[in-house]
């Protein structure tokens, strides 16, 4: 079964009427799903439960929802990840929207599908810290979750396993995609959905700033990673970013392209969260980086534009055109028992 | 007999070699052209780089393994299909780049 995405209908006749240089910009009708696990109602409504469920944590305090809540921007507005307890993680939540169209997943893309990312938060100690040789088991006495996996995943009989686990909690996650933002109205042909220094910003975005040359397409995002700058000298552990998956010299340092999709709502910024406006992160970008010197495998893109403080307003005002409206969901309060 | 056996050998091994074939992948506007290939194990790959920036093709494949490292425009770089597996080769600068391999 092939579930169409909301506003399907709106997003097609934009497409047609959208002007052939503004076509980029606008969502596909359907989020890519794999094969071997295409979204269907029951997969997405467990997925949910699951998502919002604190049980997946060792000590049940936290869920994947606490790290990346719908209410504040799909993240958490902290500069790192909570971790169960007191602790914290080492990077940024980001955000889970548009997670779908994404080819590869976390700041350093060490796995490629929702379904492979699904499950390392909850093994992770820095997170939810609960191991899957306890949870499997955990879950499968959860007679309300063994229906709903039934019903999900007939295969599975009711028997829950960990590929069962991330299929369903991926199946959510590709619901969760960006709202018709002022930006789209204005992509698909209406000019005064954003004001004229919005208009003037998505100039300066597309050509001097060259902020489009890695936020680029629908997402604002070129799904590469690049250094740009926020550390100088010798890099240490996860400072190292996609380097410490494997050590390619072009991995050193870098970190994916977010989506600019709401990005008002997802402070702070950058994977380390170490920057609290959208003012100072498009700055730091637009000037070749916090350092300019003495960065290495410093990305190419990553030059001193030469903006003014005008122009770097320009640019935030149209970055806040790319906030839709809230996507419609019911936030699940009781859990199967 | 086994002169009969070691002629087949040899004329096989050279019917492989000579059968091998050179393919050429371009990397232009972030994509890898053409975006898939079918190939024998023996034949190799040119990749040339026709971006105004440097790419980085590399597979983890491990039969064929291979990471070109950072290649820069106008510069051709090759591998050899050493292993009957079929892979996907990635720039390891922009992920979104693929190439399927279907060694057959």
């Known amino acids: 079964m092939i579930v169409k995405l909301g506003l399907t209908t709106l997003l097609l006749s934009s497409i047609l009427y959208a002007t052939a240089d503004m076509k980029k910009w606008l969502r596909p009708v359907e989020v890519p799903q794999p094969k071997d696990n295409k979204m269907t109602p029951a997969r997405i409504e467990l997925g949910k439960l699951l998502y919002f469920d604190k049980r997946l944590s060792a000590d049940e305090t936290i869920s994947c929802a606490t790290c990346h809540h719908p209410k504040r921007g799909w993240t958490d507005l902290e500069p790192v990840a909570k971790s169960v307890g007191v602790g914290r993680g080492p990077r940024n939540s980001p955000t889970v929207l548009n997670t779908g169209y994404q080819n590869r997943q976390f700041w350093d893309g060490r796995v490629r599908t929702l379904e492979q990312q699904a499950l390392g938060p909850i093994e992770a100690d820095v997170e939810m810290n609960m191991p899957l040789i306890v949870l499997i088991p955990k879950l499968n006495k959860i007679q309300g979750y063994k229906k709903l996996f039934k019903k999900a995943y007939p295969s599975s009989n009711g028997s829950i396993t960990k590929e069962y686990l991330a299929k369903a909690i991926a199946s959510f996650e590709r619901t969760v995609v960006s709202t018709i933002a002022p930006f789209d109205k204005f992509a698909m042909g209406n000019k005064k959905a954003i004001s004229e220094e919005a208009t003037e910003g998505f100039e300066l975005f597309q050509n001097k700033a060259h902020c489009m040359d890695c936020h680029d397409k629908f997402n604002f995002s070129d799904g590469s990673f690049h250094n740009i700058g926020l550390n100088d000298g010798e890099l240490t552990g996860k400072e190292l970013g996609r380097y410490l998956t494997k050590d390619r010299p072009a991995w050193y340092g870098v970190f994916k392209t977010p989506t600019l999709r709401d990005v008002t709502r997802s402070a702070p910024y950058f994977h380390d969260g170490s920057v609290k406006t959208l003012t100072e992160a498009t700055s730091i970008c637009a000037s070749g980086g916090r350092y300019k010197n003495n960065v290495k495998n410093k990305s190419t893109y990553i030059v001193d534009r030469n903006l003014s403080n005008d122009e770097i307003n320009k640019i935030v005002a149209f970055l806040k055109t790319l906030e839709g409206p809230d996507m419609e969901l019911k936030i699940p309060t009781k859990f199967p028992q | ?104």
Not at chain 2, 49 to 67: Q, W
Not at chain 2, 81 to 97: L, Q, T, V, Y
């Open chain 2, 1 to 104: 007999m086994k002169k009969i056996v070691t002629t087949l050998v040899i004329v096989t091994i050279l019917a492989v070699n000579i059968s091998a074939k050179n393919w050429i992948i371009d990397q232009k506007g972030k994509t890898f052209i053409p975006s898939a290939l079918i190939v024998h194990v023996g034949d190799t790959i040119t990749f040339k780089n026709s971006d105004p920036f440097a790419h980085n093709a590399y597979t983890d494949a491990e039969a064929n393994e291979f990471d070109v490292g950072m290649q820069a425009t106008g510069k051709e770089t090759h591998m050899t299909i050493n292993g009957k597996e079929s892979f996907s080769i990635e720039c390891a600068i922009h992920p979104n780049m693929l190439l399927e391999v279907t060694v057959q």
